[in-house]
């Protein structure tokens, strides 16, 4: 496995794309290695790459994949902007380039162990949640109940649908709870948003929350939880969006003293709190 830790952050290896899974009409999956076929390096659940194509541009994304996937690194991207096109109009065989990781990941390691833990996405906000899912699900004995809550616009716009129904919700102690914003021809689940979801199931407190998605249901469902008993001690959310250099030099993730690329992207709801009102 090529070294992880190296030196020479700022300088990105070469990765070859080996499968590229078409999630939803805007989403793609984009398998990665290195071009001797190794898992580009290590990473902990929640921590990030840079990605790029030489001459179009590069941007920061979480790795999808968890940790104990020892033979590849995988990408759920969003198709919004330059890079993001290029890279859904690449063909399997071409090459990218690849950093990382950067940042901190979750705490699956101390915090959430012995604990219940929910999972709540909404949209593509449920990509970095993936690897720490799939984590969990391989050490399943450190771990108590887990619940997962996802929604999206319609049931075409929900991501990992197929590993979601085959794999998650078929394993025991583990709870699936898929929503769609708006009633849809075949969709015989819940309909209705994230927030409002979680209030209707009224999950117990009594385990630790993470929260990813678009802003606005981040707002919402964290002030739901709060309603249900949840302090933020108890709630994660990931801030991957903010980040550009990844190493703290450009300035461009800085809240205050906190670099997100470095204090982040993972951090709990109450060290939110902390920082300044330019957060908001």
């Known amino acids: 496995m090529t070294q992880n830790l190296r030196e020479e952050t700022l300088i990105p290896a070469l990765g070859v794309v080996t499968d590229i899974r078409i999630d939803t009409p805007d989403v793609k999956t984009f398998r990665v290695v290195t071009p001797d076929g190794q898992k580009p390096f290590i990473h902990k659940p929640g921590q990030c790459a840079m990605l790029s194509i030489p001459g179009v541009g590069e941007a920061m994304f979480s790795i999808t994949s968890s940790p104990t996937n020892e033979a590849y690194m995988e990408f759920s991207i969003k198709k919004c902007g330059c890079l993001t096109n290029w890279l859904h109009a690449m063909d399997v065989g071409q090459q990218i380039t690849i950093r990382g990781p950067y940042g901190n990941g979750f705490p699956v390691d101390d915090a959430f162990v012995g604990q219940n833990l929910l999972f709540i996405a909404g949209g593509i906000g449920l990509a970095p949640l993936r690897s720490v899912i799939n984590y969990v699900r391989h050490h399943r004995e450190k771990y108590g109940?887990?619940?997962?809550?996802?929604?999206?616009?319609?049931?075409?716009?929900?991501?990992?649908?197929?590993?979601?129904?085959?794999?998650?919700?078929?394993?025991?102690?583990?709870?699936?709870?898929?929503?769609?914003?708006?009633?849809q021809q075949g969709w015989e689940g819940h309909v209705g948003f994230v927030p409002n979801y979680v209030t209707e199931l009224g999950l117990q407190s009594n385990c630790i929350g993470v929260i990813c998605g678009p802003p606005i249901m981040i707002k919402f469902t964290l002030s739901a939880l709060e309603k249900m008993g949840f302090s933020k001690e108890q709630v994660y959310t990931t801030m991957e969006m903010r980040m550009k250099c990844g190493v703290g030099k450009c300035g461009r993730c800085n809240i205050g003293h906190k670099y997100v690329c470095k204090d982040g992207p993972v951090f709990r709801f109450d060290q939110l709190d902390e920082l300044p009102e330019e957060y908001e």
């Open 145 to 183: 109940d887990v619940d997962i809550i996802y929604g999206a616009r319609t049931k075409d716009d929900l991501v990992d649908y197929r590993e979601i129904i085959d794999e998650w919700c078929t394993e025991e102690g583990i709870r699936v709870h898929l929503t769609i914003d708006r009633e």
